[in-house]
């Protein structure tokens, strides 16, 4: 892993990305994940909501307070319900955790105005108090909104329902202050171990594609890969109309060089016209090795003209090149251009045609469609 890499790939104590577009790339990833888990928490939590409601039905006396309470808690379960279904269509990870911001604070605010409408409460509130602490870092939100949302909500607790408790001592109040506290860094570790296990799994799993799509000798495609590339592409510019060109090289007289200078020299060769290419193409072409010593180059949004000239600089830098043992290196091109209800075969055939006929007339050429 490069240097470059290892930064973009830091994790802060918070359990997140430092690098931004890294983060969003994490995101964006666990989208699916990440909504599915907020959807079916939210239809428990409502669940659970609508048991208590349940038990007030029947078993809580019926005055102004008792109404005021069904309503927060039917409010609630349909909040609950909303959020469960908004969540199948989220496509933005931003917007994901937009609504699971609200959801955590209108849990909050539904928790405190139930309290409100008592005019004492027992020891019960304090575990209630814990429980829905817990259940906000259940919800996979940004690690600073769940931290935000839970101190707000632990001071205005112990601003006012607290005091409601019955029976409440100055030292019991302080001690549950303490639980409180020593409740939220627990969470937070935790949510922060788990978040960077997470994360240590995304890099690991990004790596292991990587090595998978790339060539173990240049770094650069591998045709495993470039199939791939190569139909999404040919489909891109069959539903647009897209111009699209490929370039099919090889080094010339390879195999002399081999038997001549040895497969150690002959691997440098290939590395160093990898590496002279890989340098001035777009981040939009797909540069792969086709096998041995031939190279692909696959050109989005680019015409026969375009192409030719690209085939023409890349030829002249592989010739100016230096090379061990200063061997003089050079390579021949074929250049194909898309047209319409060609195949992936059809195109690479194209390429390869030209490309003999570029042996065939000299090397060390360019010939096109």
Same mark, same amino acid.
């Given at each position: 892993?490069?240097?470059?890499?290892?930064?973009?790939?830091?994790?802060?104590?918070? =359990?997140?990305?430092?690098?931004?577009?890294?983060?969003?790339?994490?995101?964006?990833?666990?989208?699916?994940?990440?909504?599915?888990?907020?959807?079916?928490?939210?239809?428990?939590?409502?669940?659970?909501?609508?048991?208590?409601?349940?038990?007030?039905?029947?078993?809580?006396?019926?005055?102004?307070?008792?109404?005021?309470?069904?309503?927060?808690?039917?409010?609630?379960?349909?909040?609950?319900?909303?959020?469960?279904?908004?969540?199948?269509?989220?496509?933005?990870?931003?917007?994901?955790?937009?609504?699971?911001?609200?959801?955590?604070?209108?849990?909050?605010?539904?928790?405190?105005?139930?309290?409100?409408?008592?005019?004492?409460?027992?020891?019960?509130?304090?575990?209630?108090?814990?429980?829905?602490?817990?259940?906000?870092?259940?919800?996979?939100?940004?690690?600073?909104?769940?931290?935000?949302?839970?101190?707000?909500?632990?001071?205005?607790?112990?601003?006012?329902?607290?005091?409601?408790?019955?029976?409440?001592?100055?030292?019991?109040?302080?001690?549950?202050?303490?639980?409180?506290?020593?409740?939220?860094?627990?969470?937070?570790?935790?949510?922060?171990?788990?978040?960077?296990?997470?994360?240590?799994?995304?890099?690991?799993?990004?790596?292991?594609?990587?090595?998978?799509?790339?060539?173990?000798?240049?770094?650069?495609?591998?045709?495993?890969?470039?199939?791939?590339?190569?139909?999404?592409?040919?489909?891109?510019?069959?539903?647009? =109309?897209?111009?699209?060109?490929?370039?099919?090289?090889?080094?010339?007289?390879?195999?002399?060089?081999? %038997?001549?200078?040895?497969?150690?020299?002959? %691997?440098?060769?290939?590395?160093?016209?990898?590496?002279?290419?890989?340098?001035?193409?777009?981040?939009?072409?797909?540069?792969?090795?086709? =096998?041995?010593?031939?190279?692909?180059?696959?050109?989005?949004?680019?015409?026969?003209?375009?192409?030719?000239?690209?085939?023409?600089?890349?030829?002249?830098?592989?010739?100016?090149?230096?090379?061990?043992?200063?061997?003089?290196?050079?390579?021949?091109?074929?250049?194909?251009?898309?047209?319409?209800?060609?195949?992936?075969?059809?195109?690479?055939?194209?390429?390869?045609?030209?490309?003999?006929?570029?042996?065939?007339?000299?090397?060390?050429?360019?010939?096109?469609?």
């Amino acid at each position: 892993m490069s240097t470059n890499e290892k930064k973009k790939y830091r994790i802060s104590f918070l =359990g997140e990305f430092i690098d931004k577009s890294m983060e969003d790339e994490f995101l964006d990833d666990n989208l699916g994940v990440s909504s599915k888990t907020t959807s079916y928490i939210s239809l428990v939590f409502g669940f659970i909501l609508g048991l208590f409601l349940f038990n007030s039905l029947f078993f809580d006396e019926k005055s102004l307070s008792f109404f005021n309470i069904v309503f927060i808690r039917l409010l609630f379960i349909f909040v609950s319900i909303i959020v469960f279904f908004i969540l199948k269509k989220v496509k933005k990870h931003k917007n994901l955790i937009y609504i699971i911001t609200l959801y955590q604070a209108i849990m909050v605010f539904t928790y405190l105005f139930t309290l409100k409408q008592f005019d004492s409460l027992n020891y019960f509130s304090f575990i209630g108090l814990m429980v829905i602490t817990l259940a906000i870092y259940l919800l996979p939100n940004k690690i600073i909104f769940s931290q935000i949302i839970t101190i707000v909500f632990s001071i205005l607790f112990f601003l006012y329902p607290a005091h409601k408790i019955e029976g409440l001592k100055t030292n019991d109040f302080y001690r549950i202050i303490a639980y409180q506290i020593i409740l939220l860094f627990y969470c937070n570790i935790n949510y922060c171990c788990i978040e960077t296990n997470k994360r240590k799994r995304f890099v690991a799993n990004k790596e292991l594609l990587n090595l998978s799509a790339k060539d173990p000798l240049t770094g650069i495609y591998n045709r495993m890969k470039f199939d791939d590339e190569i139909n999404r592409w040919i489909s891109f510019s069959e539903r647009y =109309g897209n111009s699209c060109s490929l370039i099919l090289f090889d080094i010339d007289d390879f195999k002399g060089i081999n %038997d001549k200078y040895g497969h150690l020299i002959g %691997d440098s060769v290939i590395i160093k016209i990898a590496e002279t290419i890989n340098k001035s193409i777009r981040d939009t072409d797909v540069f792969a090795r086709w =096998g041995g010593d031939e190279f692909v180059l696959l050109l989005p949004n680019t015409d026969i003209q375009q192409a030719k000239e690209m085939a023409e600089r890349m030829r002249k830098s592989i010739c100016n090149n230096s090379y061990e043992a200063d061997i003089k290196i050079t390579c021949s091109f074929g250049v194909a251009n898309y047209e319409k209800n060609d195949t992936k075969q059809s195109l690479l055939r194209k390429a390869d045609n030209l490309l003999l006929h570029a042996k065939e007339n000299g090397k060390n050429r360019v010939s096109i469609s």
